[in-house]
C-alpha cells in the first residue's frame, strides 16, 4: 500500500472517508461506495424499523468497507457514551466517529459536552475519531484528550460551504499529533483537493456525494479529487509570484526581422 | 397458561410471555441480530448476556440497528 | 473514449494539455508527460543549439504526445504569424498555440496584436488556439474571428496565483461555442479541479508541474484534478446552504433517557 | 577552385560553399531536418523546397527547431 | 487642501467622483451629493425630453459640483467621439469620461474602438478620463495614448460585485503615472475602501449610491470610506502574521497565585 | 446622538472601541485616542513600574475616554475574576473585557475556562464583554450566562488577517441579543468597515492602530471606517448581479449616423 | 406667406419656418439652451455658429442635453 | 526603637516598619493611589480597607496599576 493513512495502528489505501447519510437508496449508497474507493464509512444507530427494506448492514457486508458508527443526535456526552456503547455492541468495534452538537439549525459541536464524552469514551477503551469546530484550542484538548483522529469541520454540516476558515485548518495541522480528517461542509471535488493541499490526512464527505445530482459521479469526483490533493501537497508546489515567469525560454529566440520584444 | 408482560419497546407498548429474554425479544420481533443493539431501561444490554437476560413488566427497551449516518 | 474532448474536430481522452517548458531535464519532462497522461502538449521554436543533448522531439516521438508550438516570445503579429508557418514546417502541423504579448514582465497579450494574429492565422488556414487574458469581450472576438478554442488565462504565466477572477472566466463559458481551456495561472492541482467545476473544457499546465518540486508526481495530482474537476462539474453538486442540513436523519433517535436535543 | 560565401546563420557569420542549398547546409551544419524549420533572410523556407533552394552570398538564415516551451 | 487628487493639473479635495445615474428623482441625486461632497459628477447627453420636470443642469447649478460627461452607450470609437464634442458645446468642457463598450449585456469596453476613441480625442484636446477593463495592458496603452486617467473597473458596471481583481487592479497601480480610479463594481462602502487602500487614487461610484435602499446615507458612508481607504492606505498598516502578537504585554504580569501561562 | 450603541444600558456615540496597547509612547496613544473619537478603551492590569515615566491614567484623565480593563494574559478562569476584580478595585469599575487565552502561540480563548469566567463575573455583579473565538455555539453560551457583550475576534489578536470567516460571524449576530463587537484581527480600514457591513454593533482595535506606521492617522482611517460600515449597513446596499445593470439609461440615446448597439 | 420646411429634429418629424436659425429652432421648441448640444446631420454644431446657422429641408437634427448618467 | 518585616512586593523582597497599613506602603513606595489595586497573599484588598489593614511578616503583596493593554 502506497502512502497509506494510519489511524490508531490501523493503515488504509484511501483517504477518502465516506458517509452513508442522505443518499436517495441503498443501491446508489452501494454503488457510489465502491466508485468512492473508501475503506471506512460512517453509519449511525437508529430504531429498527421493521418495514424498511434492505439493510445497511448488507451493503456494508458485500462491499467490505469497514463501518464506523457515530453518535449523530446527540446533544449530551451522557448520550453520546451511551450510543457509542451500543454502536460497540452491534457492529463489534471500539471506534467512534464522536459527535455532540449544541442544536439542530447550526448543528455545530457542544464544546464542554464533546470534551467530557471524549475523555468518558477514550478512558472506556474506545478509538475516538472527534467530529470539532474549526478552533485549533479544542482540537488540541482533543488530541491531548486521547483521541485517534481529529475532525475539524470545513462549514457546517451539509451546508456545502467548503473550507471557510483554511488558516484556523492550517493552525490545527501545525500543531496536530493525530491524523487531522476534514469533516463536514465539502461542498465539491476541488474543496476537498484544497482539504489535502492544507496538509489534512483524509477527507470526509457524506452529503456532498450522496445528495448530489449522480452520486456516483460525484464519488468517484471525490476519489480523484482527494489523490489530487496529497500528491499535489506532498509534490511541492511552485511559489506564487506577483508577475509572470515564462515557462517559455527567450533564449534562442529567432530573429524574424520584425520588433523585438520592448 | 403463561402470564403475559407488557414492555415499552422503541416507545411502543407489546406485549410479551413472561419471563421472555433478550434473544427470544428479537426472535419474536423478527429482528436478524446483525449490526443490532439492545439498551434495557437506559442501560446497554451486552450482546453476550441477551440469552440469559430477561425481560421484566414496565422495562424500557430500545432496540437499534444501523442506519445510514454522515 | 468516454466523454472527450473535441477540437476542431478532433476527440481527446484528455482534458489536460501539458506545456514543456521549465521541466530541469527531458527525462524528468518525459517521465512528467507520461504520469499526466497528456495527448497534447506545446513546444516553442527556438535556434537550434548544436551543444544541446537530447531533444524535444525525441521525447514527443518515444511518447507519442502530439506537439502543439506555440508562438511564446512573440509581440507582434507580424513575428506570430511568421512563427506559426516556421513550426508548421517544422512539425508539419497546422494547430498553433497563439501567444503574442505585450511586454515580458506582466506577459499578458496585446489586445489588438492577438487579435491581428489571430485573423491572419485562421486565414492562413492554421488551427488557432489563443492565449489570452480574462477579459469576455476578448474572448467573444476571438471565437467570432474563428478561433478553435479560446484559451483565458487564470493569473500571469508562471505565477502560480490560481484563477484570480472566476466570475470572468464564468462570463466567457456562458457565451463559449468553441472549447475554454484555463492556461495560465495554475499552481496547484484544486486550481485545475476549479477551472474544470467552473465549466472549463480543458486545462493547460505548465510551470506548475515542471517546476513543482517533484514533477512527476505533480503531473499525477493534475492529472486527477482535472478528472476530478470534470466529474465534479457534471455530477452536479449540493447546493450552498446558510445552515447545516443533517447528513443523518434524526428520525428512530434512540430515546437513552438523557436530554433530548433542544 | 570553388568559391566560397559568407551567410548569417543564427546571427553568426559562417563560410559555406558557393550554390550550396538548404538541404545541404543543415547536413553541413550536422542538424537532424526533423522538428526544424527554416527562415531564408525572413521569409519562411518550405521544408520541400529545401533540396533546390541555393544559399546567396549575405543571406540571412534562421534555422529553428522545436524546444521545450510551455 | 488636504492631500487633494490631482486631475490634468486640477486639484480635487474629494476622492470621491459620483454618478448621477440611477436616483431616483432629482431631490434625491441633490441630496445624495450633497451627502458624498464629491466634487466632479459624470452626466450623460440625452435627446431634450420636454416633458421631463426640472433638470440635472438645475442640481448642478445649485450644488456647484463640476460635471464630468460620459459617452454611456456608444459602441464604437466614432459615436463617442461625436458624443464628447456634442457634450463639449453642452457644458463648455473639454472633459470627459469615455465609455465604449461592446455588448449591453456585460457592458465591458471594446479594447480597440476603445484605444481608437481615446487616440483621437486626446488629438482633439480633450481632458480624457478612460473607462477600462481591469487589464494592466490595456490600462498602460490608455495612460500612453495621454489620457489624464485611467478608470479600471472592479466589476460589470451596476452588477455590485465589488473588486474582482485586486491583483489586477495593483498591477495597473504598479505602472501607473496618471490617477487610477476605480470605477464600475462597487457595491457597497468596504469595497470602495479596499479600492483606496490598494493605492487607488480616487472611486467613482453611481448605482452603489443611488440604487441603494437610502442613498443619501448611502453617499454619506462612500465618503467614508474613501477617507477611511486613504487614510489608512498612507497610514502603513501592520504586517499580516500568521500567529498571534499580543497587544497586551505580559510585563509586569501579576502573580495572583494560580498556574502561570503554560 | 446619533445611532447610539448601547452596552448595558449606557449610550455611547462610537462605535469604536480603542485597546491601549501597543503604542510607542503615551504621547502617540494620546493623540490616536483622540483622532479615533473613541468613548471607551481597553487597558490591563500590571505591577507597578517606578521607572516608567507618565500613566495611561493621565492619559484617560485628560483625554476623558473610560477605560475598560481586560483580562490579558489570564489562562484560568480563577485568575481572569481575579484580575476583573483587582480592575475594580482600580479604577471604580465594574466593566470588564474577558480574556481568558489557551496559549500564548494563538492567544485564542479557552473556552472552559471562558465559560466558567464568565459565569463567576456576571455572578459577581461585574458587566462582562466577553472576547472569543468565531464559534456561533460558544458565542451565544456567553450570551446567555448574562454577559453583556460578546467579542468574537476576526483573526488571531495581532496578526492583522482581518475577517477571516465572515459567515461564523454572521451566524453569530443572527442569534445575538447583545451587542457583538468584532475584536481582534483587524489588519485594516476596510477590515472594520466590512465588520459593521455584516451587522457587528462594533468594532475593537487595538495592534492595528498603535503599530501602524503612522498610529494617528490609521486612528482617524478606523473612525471612518466604522462610520462607514455602519452607515452602509443601514442604507441597504444594492443586490449583486451577475452581469452588469447599466447606470446611464439607453433612453433617450442619440442617433449620431454610426452603427447602433449591436 | 412664408415657406415652411420639415426637419427631422431627435427623430420626429417637425415643421419650422424656412429659414430659421438653429438659435431660433431651439427658442421654438421652447428648449432653454443649457447644457444643450446640437448636431446637425450627423456633424456637432458649435454654439457660437447656432445664431447663424440656418436649417434646410430635411435636415436631421439632434437636440442633447445632459441627463444622469453613470 | 521599630521592628521591622520583610515583606514580598511584586516579587521583590522589601523591609518596612511593623504595623504599617497598606496605604502607608504606597506612601512609602510612592505610589500615586489613582488606577492602583492590590493584593495581599493572592486576596484583592478593597481600597476602602487600606488605610486600616495591617502588612505582617512574609506577606506577599501585588501592587498593580493601570498599563497599556489591547
Not at chain 1, 441503498?26 to 474507493?37: G, I, K, N, T, Y
Not at chain 1, 459527535?99 to 475516538?128: I, S
Not at chain 1, 484544497?194 to 469526483?221: F, H, K, N, Y
Not at chain 1, 490533493?229 to 515564462?246: F, M, T, V
Request: charged letters at 20%.
Amino acid at each position: 500500500m502506497d502512502d497509506p493513512l494510519h489511524i490508531a495502528g490501523e493503515a488504509f489505501g484511501s483517504r477518502l472517508i465516506m458517509g452513508t447519510g442522505g443518499a436517495p437508496s441503498l443501491e446508489v449508497l452501494e454503488a457510489a461506495l465502491v466508485a468512492s474507493r473508501t475503506e471506512i464509512t460512517t453509519v449511525a444507530m437508529r430504531r429498527i424499523d421493521p418495514t424498511s427494506p434492505g439493510s445497511v448492514v448488507d451493503v456494508l457486508a458485500r462491499t467490505g468497507v469497514r463501518p464506523l458508527p457515530n453518535t449523530a443526535g446527540c446533544y449530551t456526552a451522557r448520550d453520546a457514551v451511551r450510543t457509542a456503547q451500543l454502536a460497540r455492541e452491534a457492529l463489534d468495534t471500539s471506534w467512534v466517529k464522536l459527535e455532540v452538537v449544541a442544536d439542530d439549525h447550526t448543528l455545530l459541536p457542544d464544546p464542554v459536552e464533546l470534551l467530557d464524552a471524549a475523555e468518558a469514551l477514550v478512558d472506556d477503551g474506545f478509538t475516538v475519531l472527534a467530529y470539532t469546530n474549526d478552533d485549533p484550542v479544542l482540537a488540541l484538548r482533543l488530541q491531548d484528550l486521547g483521541c485517534a483522529a481529529v475532525m475539524p469541520l470545513g462549514a457546517p454540516i451539509g451546508s456545502g460551504l467548503g473550507i471557510r476558515n483554511p488558516h484556523n485548518i492550517s493552525m490545527i495541522l501545525d500543531r496536530a499529533s493525530v491524523p487531522i480528517i476534514l469533516d463536514a461542509g465539502i461542498g465539491t471535488a476541488s474543496d476537498a483537493a484544497i482539504a489535502m493541499e492544507l496538509g489534512c490526512d483524509a477527507v470526509l464527505v457524506a452529503s456532498a456525494v450522496t445528495r448530489a445530482q449522480d452520486p456516483v459521479m460525484m464519488a468517484a469526483a471525490m476519489e480523484r479529487a482527494v489523490q489530487a490533493g496529497r500528491l499535489s501537497h506532498q509534490a511541492g508546489r511552485i511559489p506564487r509570484r506577483r508577475y509572470a515567469e515564462p515557462s517559455t525560454s527567450f533564449e534562442g529566440l529567432a530573429d524574424l526581422g520584425a520588433g523585438r520584444r520592448p | 397458561m403463561a402470564a403475559s408482560i407488557t414492555v415499552l419497546v422503541n416507545d411502543a407498548h407489546i406485549e410479551l410471555p413472561a419471563g421472555i429474554t433478550l434473544t427470544a425479544v428479537l426472535d419474536q420481533l423478527g429482528v436478524d441480530g446483525r449490526g443490532t443493539a439492545l439498551a434495557q431501561n437506559g442501560e446497554v444490554a451486552p450482546r453476550s448476556e441477551w440469552p440469559t437476560t430477561v425481560v421484566a413488566e414496565g422495562d424500557r427497551l430500545e432496540i437499534l440497528t444501523v442506519a445510514q449516518g454522515g
